[in-house]
């Protein structure tokens, strides 16, 4: 049996990696507040990722000989678009980094502890952002969090480098066309001074679409032997 716990999959592309793995005959356990996908192999795990006592107590069904098992942190929030000082609501920061930072290191450390005398193959991706890599004026704390999810995964690959069953990613997945990019575009351009960017690729059909996506993260994982990197952009990845 090959089982998937993944954040996030009543839409965008935590939906569309739900319905990757379903067809490719994965168990789906979905996490989060709320569901859309009916299917036998889904197992809807009711989860409020802000909520940190809720994180702390959740735990992964484990299957008892599972051939692979595989968690994925899609789950994220931009939180408030503000410049620091500017903040309206200061509480979206706390939730900002439970959500994006604060309950993938809670779940990774539930997940590896479920997952210490595995001798089947598992691993862990977590989507990252080259938000996480680059400066946005306006995105703080979604930027500071998305580059803490990289130094995570590169502290739990040092950490477990001697376990040949293992394996873990950090993956930039690129521009998606999900509704974070329509609260991009409708951010205060005084706030955010890189939205005529974001907006442009909107006009011009160069968002990328979260079935393509899902796709392609599906394929880093089917050739995880072969990606020695860490942190990586999928779309510097030949696939």
């Given at each position: 049996?090959?089982?998937?716990?993944?954040?996030?999959?009543?839409?965008?592309?935590?939906?569309?990696?739900?319905?990757?793995?379903?067809?490719?005959?994965?168990?789906?356990?979905?996490?989060?507040?709320?569901?859309?996908?009916e299917d036998e192999s889904?197992?809807?795990?009711?989860?409020?990722?802000?909520?940190?006592?809720?994180?702390?107590?959740?735990?992964?069904?484990?299957?008892?000989?599972?051939?692979?098992?595989?968690?994925?942190?899609?789950?994220?929030?931009?939180?408030?678009?503000?410049?620091?000082?500017?903040?309206?609501?200061?509480?979206?920061?706390?939730?900002t980094f439970q959500v994006?930072?604060?309950?993938?290191?809670?779940?990774?450390?539930?997940?590896?502890?479920?997952?210490?005398?595995?001798?089947?193959?598992?691993?862990?991706?977590?989507?990252?952002?080259?938000?996480?890599?680059?400066?946005?004026?306006?995105?703080?704390?979604?930027?500071?969090?998305?580059?803490?999810?990289?130094?995570?995964?590169?502290?739990?690959?040092?950490?477990?480098?001697?376990?040949?069953?293992?394996?873990?990613?950090?993956?930039?997945?690129?521009?998606?066309?999900?509704?974070?990019?329509?609260?991009?575009?409708?951010?205060?351009?005084?706030?955010?001074?890189?939205?005529?960017?974001?907006?442009?690729?909107?006009?011009?059909?160069?968002?990328?679409?979260?079935?393509?996506?899902?796709?392609?993260?599906?394929?880093?994982?089917?050739?995880?032997?072969?990606?020695?990197?860490?942190?990586?952009?999928?779309?510097?990845?030949?696939?």
């Amino acid at each position: 049996m090959k089982s998937v716990w993944i954040t996030g999959t009543s839409r965008g592309l935590g939906e569309a990696l739900a319905h990757k793995f379903l067809q490719r005959g994965w168990h789906v356990h979905g996490i989060g507040r709320t569901h859309t996908i009916e299917d036998e192999s889904y197992h809807a795990d009711y989860l409020d990722l802000a909520d940190p006592q809720a994180v702390l107590a959740y735990r992964f069904s484990i299957p008892d000989i599972p051939t692979q098992a595989l968690f994925i942190h899609n789950a994220g929030t931009l939180g408030e678009i503000a410049h620091l000082g500017n903040f309206k609501n200061p509480q979206r920061i706390n939730e900002t980094f439970q959500v994006n930072l604060v309950a993938a290191t809670v779940l990774s450390n539930t997940f590896l502890s479920a997952m210490k005398h595995a001798t089947s193959e598992f691993g862990m991706l977590f989507i990252g952002s080259g938000a996480g890599r680059n400066a946005y004026d306006g995105w703080a704390s979604y930027c500071s969090s998305k580059a803490g999810i990289d130094m995570l995964a590169r502290c739990i690959a040092e950490e477990n480098k001697e376990e040949n069953n293992f394996h873990i990613f950090s993956i930039a997945p690129g521009v998606i066309d999900t509704s974070m990019q329509e609260e991009i575009r409708g951010a205060n351009p005084s706030e955010f001074r890189k939205i005529e960017r974001f907006e442009t690729l909107k006009r011009e059909d160069k968002l990328e679409q979260p079935e393509n996506v899902a796709e392609k993260l599906y394929r880093v994982w089917e050739m995880r032997s072969r990606v020695s990197e860490t942190c990586i952009d999928l779309r510097e990845l030949t696939l």
